[in-house]
């Protein structure tokens, strides 16, 4: 019953160094979804996914890319990571408008990003 | 395009007392409205969400909320508060239609003072 689950739990990185953060969630959910979270600034959306293969762009998306090669999966990429990008990122996951407007998302537990 | 307010960034409650968190909404279709909640180093869990059917919705560990469109609110409740319920809580909008995005508050953290 493991629901949304994320990789790793913490990081430190230095500027200039790339990475990648693992999303799964095992509710065969067609929806998936990365965000960000800064205090006082809630929850900001990096990218979406609303089905295998396929990604879109949130509203903060410089300096991230995504992949979704398998419906269960989401990877976050930073590519050159930069100081700016020290946040607590959040995967979440939902079905979708198919199921009904009102479905919620499904949160994994974080991860907590550090650049140095 | 829609959005959410949540008035209040630090709402104090002692023990016991009513607690109400609050949430105004802008959106130009009729909207699906949340409510979650975040404990420390966890992720959001819903607490509740709005359906057509009934105005005043029940949601988990004894919180309701209830929607006011001639308001624009999606206030969030408990008769009771207790320790257990300190945490912060976010409301969050999406539009109806296709894919729209989910627009969340900049949340308000609750504490509950013994």
């Known amino acids: 019953n493991a629901g949304v689950t994320q990789t790793p739990k913490f990081r430190v990185l230095k500027t200039g160094q790339s990475m990648t953060l693992l999303c799964a969630q095992d509710?065969?959910?067609?929806?998936m979804y990365w965000y960000r979270q800064d205090p006082g600034m809630g929850l900001r959306l990096i990218h979406y996914?609303?089905?295998?293969?396929?990604?879109a762009k949130g509203e903060v998306p410089d300096g991230y890319n995504v992949s979704r090669l398998k419906k269960q999966n989401f990877l976050l990429g930073l590519e050159s990571a930069a100081p700016s990008q020290t946040s607590v990122y959040f995967c979440?996951?939902?079905?979708?408008?198919?199921?009904?407007?009102?479905?919620?998302?499904?949160f994994g537990d974080g991860t907590r990003l550090s650049i140095l | 395009a829609q959005s959410v307010t949540q008035l209040g960034s630090h709402v104090s409650v002692s023990e016991g007392a009513l607690v109400l968190l609050r949430c105004n909404y802008s959106?130009?279709?009729?909207?699906?409205l949340f409510w979650y909640v975040q404990y420390p180093n966890q992720g959001l869990q819903l607490l509740l969400k709005?359906?057509?059917?009934?105005?005043l919705v029940k949601g988990i560990n004894g919180f309701e909320a209830e929607f006011k469109k001639s308001e624009t609110s999606f206030h969030l409740t408990k008769p009771s508060a207790h320790m257990s319920d300190a945490a912060e809580y976010f409301c969050?909008?999406?539009?109806?239609?296709?894919?729209?995005?989910?627009?969340f508050g900049t949340g308000t953290k609750l504490q509950v003072i013994p």
């Open positions: 979440a996951s939902s079905n979708g408008p198919q199921a009904g407007g009102n479905q919620p998302q499904h």
């Open positions: 509710m065969n959910h067609e929806y």
């Open positions: 996914s609303v089905g295998e293969g396929t990604t």
């Open positions: 959106s130009s279709v009729p909207p699906y």
């Open positions: 709005y359906t057509s059917a009934a105005t």
């Open positions: 969050a909008v999406r539009g109806a239609g296709g894919y729209q995005k989910v627009t």
